[in-house]
């Protein structure tokens, strides 16, 4: 092949290319392929977030406030407003006789059909802090559900949602679901009005590629959306861990618990617990990315099929 050859043909792809691809954008944007969110922003979140410089986000630390801040300009970014007129509910609370300060970060968008009620998309961004001198960065345990919970944010920026929805990042966990109880026990929406929370921590790794969906057996139209959800051939999502299949009940394992006590329905995500549970090493180079994205783009199909539903 002579250059003169190479180069004209070069020029004769590039064109072609350049018309093909537009034309496939064009189409791309009426299709079902259409990006929910920007999976570059989601990695960046989950990376910055369980980074060192944010000391593990142990309730109370700076580090917790450099989250606090992270998330809620984040939030602004995206154009979800405060829930009340702030987006922190800050609240107290005694763990082993140590009196704490916490703050929820509520974000609000106003549903298009259902304005009076709501779904409450949730993940907790405390984390276990600085233990004998080592950072625990949670990447996992939960910088991966906030980080979700920004990229929702940045969903509904395209797409408003039916039914009002409250983004809660909870504080307090890992010290008992203290934000969570807080939320419930003070919130500024009746919770019968709160049709359904959906709570994710843990959700960017799995060996099996296992993402697993908790709640579902308490309730029949929560059951039925999971049980007839097709997810891609990437992830398996799996209705367990209610408390009758013999495997341990994740029912009480994190913030959905709280709604669970007020009879408000929930799905919990997560998988199940690895290697670098509650140690130094749950990091973000531990993490899974493809299985994170396909987990954050399941999650949010499942939200619309809920989205469409009104009970
Ligand atoms: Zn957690």
Redesign the pocket.
């Known amino acids: 092949m002579s250059l003169m050859y190479y180069k004209f043909n070069f020029f004769a792809i590039f064109l072609f290319l350049s018309f093909g691809l537009s034309s496939a954008q064009t189409t791309q944007k009426h299709s079902d392929s259409e990006e929910l969110f920007n999976e570059k922003a989601l990695l960046q979140n989950i990376r910055t977030l369980s980074s060192d410089a944010f000391e593990g986000r142990r309730t109370g630390t700076k580090g917790a406030k450099k989250a606090k801040d992270y998330i809620i300009n984040q939030f602004y970014i995206q154009n979800v407003l405060p829930f009340s007129k702030k987006y922190e509910q800050p609240f107290t609370f005694y763990n082993k006789g140590k009196r704490f300060s916490g703050t929820n970060i509520l974000g609000y968008i106003q549903g298009s059909q259902y304005k009076d009620k709501y779904i409450v998309i949730s993940a ?1 961004y405390d ?1 276990e802090g600085i233990i004998k001198g080592q950072i625990y960065n ?1 990447a996992d ?2 910088a991966s ?1 906030v980080g979700a919970l920004i990229s929702f944010a940045e969903y509904f920026k395209n797409n408003p949602p039916k039914h009002s929805i409250i983004l809660a990042a909870f504080d307090g ?2 010290l008992g679901l203290q934000g969570s109880k807080h939320f419930v026990n003070n919130s500024i929406v009746s919770l019968n009005k709160v049709m359904v929370n959906l709570n994710m ?2 959700i960017s790794r799995s060996d099996k590629k296992e993402l697993f969906a908790v709640g579902t057996r308490f309730n029949k139209i929560l059951k039925d959306v999971i049980l007839n959800f097709k997810p891609s051939e990437n992830i398996k999502l799996i209705a367990a861990h209610d408390g009758q299949d013999g495997l341990e009940n994740w029912t009480y394992s ?1 913030d959905h618990l709280s709604f669970h006590k007020k009879g408000v329905p929930f799905i919990y995500f997560g998988v199940e617990d690895h290697k670098d549970y509650h140690t130094p090493n749950d990091d973000y180079e531990n993490i899974q990315p493809e299985f994170y994205i396909e987990s954050v783009k399941t999650i949010i199909s499942i939200f619309q099929k809920i989205d469409l539903l009104n009970f």
Do not use: F, K, Y
Request: proline residues 0%.
């Open positions: 907790h984390h949670g345990d939960d559900g966990e890992e921590d843990m994190s």
